[in-house]
């Protein structure tokens, strides 16, 4: 007799030289090709991984995020909202703004997916947002196949949850159910990173990596080459020491052994890792730390901080801001926008060209005040009644026919 609970078993067999038994195995195990295990935690283990994850999460977690609407005809900014502290100060009790959006947004760009459970009032406002671990988190179809259902483990409790009261954050490879893991597809690259690294560990701890060779043509005596060895320690162990010329006695050779082909093929294994994992995240590797490598994005950092804005940031900022409107402002008149000014800030002399311009002059007229850019500035208001109001250029005919009057 079967129990209504218990479920069929289905046996599968595979051939040992079946593809689908490897795929099964990585997917259970995250062995790799080069026999490195690439789980979320190993991958932030390789530099790569940790920067760049760290670099987008921290990035995006920093901007502020703006409630606005379009009621006007333009984008006006909401200070009264009741959201902006929720999204922006003090998401629950126990988390900073930044802390909880950085959590859900390394979830993201590990596993593929970002959790965050929403807390109500009665009216359906919402009160908190609670992050939820994405290993914690399993989203799955109702019995109508029509919504979405979220089982969460919290606090040793298995929990469910309507895809309403869920903040879902995947990455590419969407699914209907979870994004695709950047550490899954990127397993093979990850593996030879590590791989590379412990290689690189295992070869300076147990090969000859001198920088010199002391040759004696003649030979040394055991005790000669006892006196050799203590003279070198002494002479040169301290940084006092160092780059002092080497006085050879007995006929010595001094070679220099300089990097061999070998050495430099694993420095440049390493190198094209680094690329290889920024290329997954859509990174540029500058961005973090590889200096060889250059970008096609402009030649000054002004534009290549833009480029890395448009073709990485802004595809992952519209998902987060439109899953936030459609589940925590769900007002078709209101929308949340991230700030991106301090990203795109120019520097100094640019900065004040533009204002120029804004200001108007030049019988042209002017689009902001000088309070408007004293406030981008971060600078307080002039209190002068003329600094609020907006330049327009003198009508040169009306001028002339006063001038003819007078």
């Not at 490879?173 to 950047?182: H, I």
């Not at 309070?371 to 002039?382: H, M, S, T, Y």
Request: with cysteine; hydrophobic share 35%; charged share 25%.
């Amino acid at each position: 007799m079967k129990w209504p609970w218990q479920k069929k078993v289905i046996n599968q067999t595979f051939d040992l030289n079946d593809d689908k038994l490897f795929d099964l195995v990585t997917e259970k195990t995250g062995l790799s090709i080069s026999g490195i295990s690439v789980t979320e935690k190993t991958a932030m283990k390789f530099s790569a991984v940790y920067a760049c994850v760290s670099l987008l999460a921290g990035t995006i977690a920093s901007l502020p995020c703006v409630i606005k609407t379009d009621r006007k005809g333009f984008d006006e900014v909401l200070h009264s909202s009741r959201l902006r502290p929720l999204l922006n100060r003090q998401p629950n009790i126990t988390m900073s703004a930044y802390v909880f959006w950085e959590a859900i947004y390394t979830n993201m760009f590990l596993s593929g997916n970002g959790y965050a459970l929403i807390i109500r009032y009665k009216t359906g406002e919402p009160r908190a947002l609670y992050w939820v671990p994405a290993e914690r988190t399993e989203p799955r179809l109702n019995k109508q196949k029509t919504r979405l259902i979220y089982q969460m483990r919290i606090q040793n409790k298995s929990l469910f949850f309507d895809q309403d009261d869920v903040l879902h954050f995947p990455c590419i490879g969407w699914d209907g159910l979870k994004g695709m893991s950047p550490i899954t597809a990127a397993r093979e690259g990850i593996g030879l990173g590590l791989a590379g690294e412990q290689f690189n560990s295992h070869y300076f701890t147990n090969a000859i990596t001198s920088d010199v060779a002391i040759t004696y043509p003649a030979g040394l005596t055991p005790t000669a080459r006892i006196e050799l060895e203590k003279y070198l320690k002494e002479r040169y162990s301290s940084l006092d020491n160092l780059r002092k010329p080497f006085i050879g006695m007995n006929g010595a050779v001094v070679t220099n052994l300089g990097m061999n082909a070998s050495d430099a093929q694993m420095i440049e294994g390493r190198d094209y890792q680094v690329e290889d994992i920024c290329r997954f995240y859509g990174v540029p590797p500058w961005l973090v730390g590889a200096m060889k490598k250059t970008t096609s994005w402009g030649t000054g950092l002004s534009e290549q901080v833009l480029g890395f804005v448009k073709f990485t940031l802004r595809k992952h900022l519209k998902r987060i801001e439109q899953e936030i409107d459609r589940k925590i402002i769900r007002d078709s008149q209101k929308f949340c926008k991230f700030n991106l000014d301090a990203l795109l800030r120019a520097d100094i002399e640019t900065r004040n060209k533009s204002y120029q311009i804004a200001l108007g002059g030049n019988q042209y007229p002017g689009y902001m005040s000088k309070n408007e850019i004293r406030k981008i500035e971060g600078l307080p208001p002039d209190l002068a009644p003329e600094s609020d109001q907006l330049y327009n250029p003198p009508d040169k005919i009306t001028e002339g026919k006063q001038n003819a009057n007078d």
